[in-house]
């Protein structure tokens, strides 16, 4: 991949972001229902969102959630969403999107960086792992609670 970069998710930028496309099976790990749950009371002022751009084009769309007192631990420091365009997964742009997320969660002083995912053959279990995050448990709906110590 050529220079990528991070930009906050802007008007400029939005059609872009929803417009990435998924792998066929992907579409059914978008959402964990923690997640789900979790969005309708999230504060958006704790909610930091950005896109990986390729030169002037959106390769992926992150989303994470900083609320250090929120009830469930391992939702305080939380990479909610990570969607890499179709085409540019496997080149780079899912690593440099989960490092800008950790660079984020390091500047608010956090001490560890959350993922919940649905376990599945599909599923983003590999990636997060190759990108160094370790299951440490499970959420209340059964999904992996995964982590990685900054």
């Not at 059914?28 to 969102?49: C, H, L, R, S």
């Not at 305080?76 to 080149?91: M, S, T, Y």
Request: charged share 25%; net charge negative.
């Amino acid at each position: 991949m050529s220079e990528l970069h991070v930009e906050e998710l802007s008007a400029g930028t939005i059609v872009a972001a929803n417009s990435l496309s998924l792998k066929p099976g992907q579409e059914e790990f978008i959402a964990p229902t923690t997640y789900a749950v979790e969005m309708g009371v999230a504060d958006p002022q704790k909610t930091w969102q950005s896109v990986v751009l390729e030169g002037e084009h959106v390769v992926a769309f992150i989303r994470a959630y900083f609320d250090p007192e929120a009830t469930s631990d391992y939702l305080r420091a939380a990479l909610w969403r990570i969607n890499v365009d179709a085409e540019a997964q496997g080149r780079g742009a899912g690593r440099f999107a989960v490092e800008a997320v950790i660079a984020e969660a390091r500047r608010r002083g956090c001490e560890r960086l959350t993922v919940v995912y649905e376990a599945g053959e599909l599923g983003p279990e590999a990636f997060f792992r190759r990108v160094g995050f370790v299951p440490v448990g499970e959420s209340e709906y059964g999904e992996v609670v995964a982590e990685v110590i900054l």
